[in-house]
């Protein structure tokens, strides 16, 4: 198994630009979710899915945040216009079933560079 | 709410000597789910265990281990003889059991940083 596969690893981008981030969650995982590491705030969950749904998206920053998941083998987290203070590591998790008992998988993440 | 509280933000020690990373949770639940994470350096988060609310007695894995208190909402890991190896980033995290057609969200605390040095 490839495990939780995130895109791009690294990103520098310039203020106001989009920017999209990928994450492919393990096959038969049906729980994906986004997570923002920074120094000040530690792993913070931004939103997950369950079956594709948006479930809980309550700790998406602002509205240059949203989070899309198609179908279930791909979801993107896109930032636009795109701000200095978005820089952090963004994780990508995916868990398998919709209890409580599994661990979630995590990605290599993508670190975000905004100046 | 759930909620996941690491005090120590920073804890550094030496080689060979024992440490205790501490985690308090909040939960409205009786069931739930407690988990400790590894980052290393590398960056990735490496699972390391969990512990549902039912089972108290403590879990030892090689030079870790692991003490559950219900009493207390603490789920304490410790590192018996701590090597440089074991320098990392620990993640707590937490689980509730209210079932929704939903999911279960997983929550975690903010990380202990740990040194250990030669």
């Known amino acids: 198994d490839a495990g939780v596969i995130q895109s791009p690893r690294h990103e520098v981008t310039e203020m106001g630009q989009e920017v999209t981030l990928r994450c492919k969650p393990i096959?038969?995982?049906?729980?994906l979710f986004w997570y923002r590491q920074t120094m000040m705030r530690g792993l913070e969950l931004l939103i997950y899915?369950?079956?594709?749904?948006?479930?809980?998206d309550s700790g998406m920053p602002e509205d240059r945040f949203s989070a899309k998941m198609p179908n279930a083998s791909f979801s993107t987290l896109k930032i636009q216009p795109s701000e200095p203070r978005d820089s952090a590591v963004y994780f990508c998790?995916?868990?398998?079933?919709?209890?409580?008992?599994?661990?979630?998988?995590f990605g290599q993440g993508t670190r975000l560079t905004v100046v | 709410a759930q909620k996941v509280t690491q005090a120590q933000t920073e804890i550094s020690v030496v080689e060979k000597e024992d440490v205790t990373l501490d985690c308090v949770y909040e939960?409205?639940?009786?069931?739930?789910?407690l988990f400790w994470y590894k980052q290393p350096p590398s960056g990735e988060l490496v699972f390391l265990i969990r512990?549902?609310?039912?089972?108290?007695q403590n879990e030892i894995s090689g030079r870790y281990s692991w003490n559950f208190q219900k009493s207390t909402s603490s789920f304490n890991f410790t590192i018996t003889a701590s090597q440089v190896v074991d320098s990392a980033v620990y993640f707590c995290?937490?689980?509730?059991?209210?079932?929704?057609?939903?999911?279960?969200?997983?929550?975690f605390g903010a990380g202990t940083i740990l040194r250990v040095k030669s």
């Open positions: 939960t409205r639940d009786t069931t739930y789910y």
């Open positions: 995290a937490l689980s509730e059991a209210e079932w929704t057609e939903y999911g279960n969200k997983l929550v």
């Open positions: 512990r549902n609310s039912f089972d108290e």
């Open positions: 899915f369950n079956n594709n749904v948006p479930i809980d």
């Open positions: 998790a995916s868990r398998k079933g919709q209890v409580m008992n599994t661990e979630a998988f």
């Open positions: 096959s038969g995982h049906n729980s």
